[in-house]
Every structure is written in structure tokens, then in C-alpha cells.
């Protein structure tokens, strides 16, 4: 397995602000991906985040509203942009290290006001 | 588009029961089956299925696979309150790694 990090572990933010989570794993992995759970709700995809390109989105997630950047194969950031109280969800990264394995950060709990 | 069911939604039981946790499924070029137990938010890795009916084994937790019935069951023996969670299950179905989640079945334990 890995040791992964998220920065923050929870916010609280208002109306048409912007908040930039990071992710960080403690080995060097291929695959990073990042998830929403909305309240009540399970785990949906909102991309992958490819080292050295653009991430590739899952359809209901667009680039200018969730941007993503991954400078290198420990590193990743999920942006919510222009953020709305539909926004309000945990939002994970996970990590695939080896096989089909995936683990999970320890999420960042986003609150809109 | 892939998707996975999982039943019951809610479960309580009491402290030594065994539990049984179902999952079903429908995807395109299935790869594997991952069990995961949420509790808080972040969700911890159980168990990767890929091969059927080998079960897999991990203290009182044990899952096995039929890819025949596209289901895969979770079972736990003498069930205690620190079981108590979200467990989820999900398909990995095409070769860069998108896990589709079902939408978990929540263990209440009480002592």
C-alpha cells in the first residue's frame, strides 16, 4: 500500500470563491484519480489526472469548474472553482498502486455557504 | 454504462452475528471487484476479486466472486461494534482505472 495525504482535511467556504485540495503520495504511482461523495451519496469519478497532460474528465465534469494539475507522479490538486452550495461534498484522490488496487486519501470535507 | 447494486442498503446487528453484504454488478470488460470499508470519509481497501470462486480472507472478513452471476459476496464472522461502517463495492471495467461505486450498505453493530 501507500501513505496518501490531503491538504485540507475539511473547509468551509462561501459563494463563488475557489478552493485548490492537494494530494500527496509517498511513492511515486502511474494513476491518480480524484472523487466526489456527495452527501448521502457514493463515490463518482470526476477524473484522472495524467502526469505531464490534461486530465481526462468524466462526462458531468468539466476542466473550467474541477481543474486539476499533476506536476509529477506524487503530486496532484483538485480545484472547485466558482464554488455553490451543490458543490458542498468529501472529495478524495486515490492513488492506483499496484495491480487494479486503489487507496484512497483521507478526503477533504468542502462545505459552501 | 457499468453498474453496481448493492443490498441491503442498512443493516443492524448484534455484537457476534455474521453478516452477508451483496454486491451485483453489470460492466463492459470486466477487470476486477474491489470491497472497501468507509468509515469518516476516507474509504478503506478490503479486497480485490478478479478470479471466481476463490475466497479471499482476512481475519473475520472473507469475499469470493462468481463471475458467472456478476455477484460477489462480503461476509463477517462475529461481528463486533468496530464494524461499524459504510462498506462499498466497486468494478474496475476498463483499463485506466475508473472504479464504479454501488451505493454502499451501512453496518450498524450494537454491543
Known amino acids: 500500500s501507500a501513505v496518501i495525504s490531503q491538504k485540507p482535511s475539511r473547509d468551509i467556504c462561501q459563494r463563488g470563491t475557489s478552493l485548490t485540495i492537494q494530494c500527496q503520495v509517498d511513492?511515486?504511482?502511474?494513476?491518480m484519480f480524484w472523487y466526489r461523495q456527495q452527501p448521502g451519496q457514493s463515490l463518482t469519478l470526476i477524473a484522472t489526472?495524467?502526469?505531464?497532460?490534461?486530465?481526462?474528465?468524466e462526462s458531468g465534469f468539466v476542466i473550467d469548474k474541477f481543474p486539476i494539475s499533476r506536476p509529477n507522479l506524487t503530486f496532484s490538486t483538485l480545484t472547485v472553482s466558482n464554488m455553490s452550495p451543490e458543490d458542498s461534498s468529501i472529495y478524495l484522490c486515490?492513488?492506483?498502486?499496484?495491480?487494479?488496487?486503489?487507496?484512497f486519501g483521507p478526503g477533504t470535507r468542502l462545505t459552501v455557504l | 454504462e457499468d453498474k453496481v447494486v448493492q443490498s441491503p442498503l442498512s443493516l443492524v446487528v448484534h455484537e457476534g452475528d455474521t453478516v452477508t453484504l451483496n454486491c451485483s454488478y453489470e460492466?463492459?470488460?470486466?477487470?476486477?471487484l474491489l470491497w472497501y470499508k468507509q468509515e469518516k470519509k476516507a474509504p478503506t481497501f478490503l479486497f480485490m476479486l478478479?478470479?471466481?470462486?476463490i475466497e479471499k480472507k482476512s481475519g473475520r472478513l472473507s469475499s469470493i466472486l462468481d463471475k458467472k452471476e456478476l455477484f460477489s459476496i462480503l461476509n463477517i464472522t462475529a461481528t463486533q461494534t468496530g464494524d461499524s461502517a459504510v462498506y462499498l463495492c466497486?468494478?474496475?471495467?476498463?483499463?485506466?482505472?475508473?472504479?464504479?461505486f454501488g451505493q454502499g450498505t451501512i453496518l450498524t453493530v450494537h454491543p
Open positions: 489526472a495524467n502526469q505531464g497532460s490534461e486530465a481526462t474528465y
Open positions: 478478479t478470479s471466481s470462486g
Open positions: 486515490s492513488a492506483q498502486i499496484n495491480s487494479d488496487t486503489q487507496y
Open positions: 460492466v463492459t470488460n470486466f477487470r476486477s
Open positions: 511513492s511515486q504511482v502511474t494513476m
Open positions: 466497486a468494478v474496475l471495467g476498463t483499463s485506466y482505472g475508473k472504479l464504479t
